[in-house]
């Protein structure tokens, strides 16, 4: 039976809007659970000592197809110069950038870039034009970078671990 060229077009957009519904719902948030009794919140240790809000400079930045990543900014604040050579490793999953005392094949370019060797984005699952978070660590002299499949996991957690404070409940800051 031959469908109306109208019909045709309400089909396939009523699939697509199925499809994009389909896309947001699985990016939300899940729903808070709501119980009938009151939520204590736990002390929480302060971590101040530790790691001093200064200490740490952050760049979101997308890995190009030859691996390249654009780092001006947390290379900068680690004052490391065009020339250094550096040692890149993996550990835990992540991608460890720091400056080696051999000469090597890796160098800080005068564009002030990285480039990702294959080997290494590949222990570390992270693939071209994904998005990777520099982390420039001042105080070990250390350039940590976190794959978007680890900051996925890290934000979900967060979100999984908040705690819900019953409405009309004093709380401070």
Not at 52 to 72: H, I, K, P, Q, Y
Not at 97 to 116: D, G, Q, R, Y
């Amino acid at each position: 039976m031959p469908i109306a060229a109208g019909t045709a077009n309400a089909v396939r957009c009523s699939t697509s809007e199925g499809a994009g519904n389909k896309i947001v719902a699985s990016l939300l948030l899940p729903e808070r659970r709501h119980s009938s009794e009151p939520v204590i919140p736990l002390p929480v240790a302060d971590l101040g000592p530790v790691v001093d809000r200064g200490s740490v400079a952050f760049s979101l930045v997308r890995v190009g197809m030859n691996g390249v990543v654009a780092a001006r900014v947390p290379l900068e604040r680690l004052n490391w110069a065009p020339g250094l050579p550096l040692r890149l490793s993996v550990s835990s999953g992540l991608l460890v950038v720091a400056p080696s005392e051999k000469p090597s094949a890796a160098l800080v370019p005068s564009k002030m870039s990285l480039t990702l060797p294959a080997r290494l984005r590949a222990r570390c699952r992270i693939r071209a034009e994904d998005q990777v978070l520099l982390a420039a660590v001042l105080e070990h002299d250390l350039l940590v970078v976190y794959p978007q499949h680890v900051l996925y996991t890290m934000v979900t957690a967060f979100h999984d671990n908040l705690v819900v404070i019953p409405e009309g409940t004093a709380h401070s800051d």
